[in-house]
C-alpha cells in the first residue's frame, strides 16, 4: 500500500519559514494536499492540488510537489500557525494521509 | 452555508456495530459536484480515511476496513451514513465526516469541508 512519510515535528521562530515535507513513491506524479489542524479542532484544509489555496487561507501559507517530495511552506510565521499538519494523497481508489507533523512556533 | 454534522452513539460495545451519521445542513447532498466522506483520527493520532460515496451510491473504502465498512447516502434525508461492524478498542477514535468536490478530475481527492467530529469509544 502507498504511503505518506512526514517529520514528526518541525520548529520555527516567529516571523521566519517553516517548511514541511512529505514523501512518497512518485508524489509528484499525483495532487497533494495539506491539512491544518489545531489542538481540538476539526482539520482544515489549506492547500490543495499541490499549490492551491482555499478561500480564507492565508497568502503566507504555499505549497510545492515534485518528484518524491511535496512541501509545506508557511512564511512569516504567526503563533497562530502552531498546529499538525498533516498531507494526503490519492493512490489506487484510496485515499492516503501522511502520519502528520507538530509544528512548533518557539 | 454548508455545514456537516456527526451524530451517533458516544459508547458501543466490542463486537457490535458502530453506526453514525453526517447530516449536511445549509445545502444538498444530490450532486455530482462532491462526494461525501468518513476518516478517523484515535486519540492522539494521526487522521484515517475510511471511505467515500457519491450520491449515486458509488463507493470507495479504504482496503484495510473494507471487510467491515458499510456507506450509504440518504438523499430524502440529506445524510449519509457510516456502519462498522466487529469492533475493537482499536476502533475507538474521533469519527469526521467531510465533503469532497468531485470536479478536479478523479484523480484529484481533497476535502475541503469537514464536521466537527465525534468521539467514539469502544468499550464493555
Given at each position: 500500500?502507498?504511503?505518506?512519510?512526514?517529520?514528526?515535528?518541525?520548529?520555527?521562530?516567529?516571523?521566519?519559514t517553516a517548511s514541511i515535507t512529505c514523501s512518497g513513491d512518485k508524489l509528484g506524479d499525483k495532487y497533494a494536499c495539506w491539512y491544518q489542524q489545531r489542538p481540538g479542532q476539526s482539520p482544515v484544509l489549506v492547500i490543495y492540488q499541490d499549490t492551491k489555496r482555499p478561500s480564507g487561507i492565508p497568502e503566507r501559507f504555499s505549497g510545492s510537489n515534485s518528484g518524491n517530495t511535496a512541501t509545506l511552506t508557511i512564511s512569516g510565521t504567526q503563533a497562530m500557525d502552531e498546529a499538525d499538519y498533516y498531507c494526503q494523497a490519492?493512490?489506487?481508489s484510496t485515499v492516503v494521509f501522511g502520519g502528520g507533523t507538530k509544528l512548533t512556533v518557539l | 452555508q454548508l455545514l456537516l454534522q456527526e451524530s451517533g452513539p458516544g459508547l458501543v460495545k466490542p463486537s457490535e456495530t458502530?453506526?453514525?451519521?453526517?447530516?449536511v445542513?445549509?445545502?444538498?447532498?444530490?450532486?455530482?459536484?462532491y462526494c461525501w466522506g468518513w476518516i478517523r483520527q484515535p486519540p492522539g493520532k494521526g487522521l484515517e480515511w475510511i471511505g467515500s460515496i457519491f450520491y449515486s451510491g458509488s463507493t470507495y473504502y479504504n482496503p484495510s476496513l473494507k471487510s467491515r465498512v458499510t456507506i450509504s447516502v440518504d438523499t430524502s434525508?440529506?445524510?449519509f451514513s457510516l456502519?462498522?461492524?466487529s469492533v475493537t478498542a482499536a476502533d475507538t477514535a474521533v469519527y469526521y465526516c467531510a465533503r469532497r468536490p468531485a470536479l478536479g478530475g478523479s484523480s484529484n481527492w481533497y476535502f475541503d469541508l469537514w464536521g466537527r467530529g465525534t468521539l467514539v469509544t469502544v468499550s464493555s
Open positions: 500500500s502507498y504511503e505518506l512519510t512526514q517529520p514528526p515535528s518541525v520548529s520555527v521562530s516567529p516571523g521566519q490519492w493512490d489506487s | 458502530l453506526s453514525l451519521t453526517c447530516t445542513s445549509g445545502g444538498s447532498i444530490s450532486s455530482s459536484s434525508k440529506i445524510q456502519k462498522l461492524n
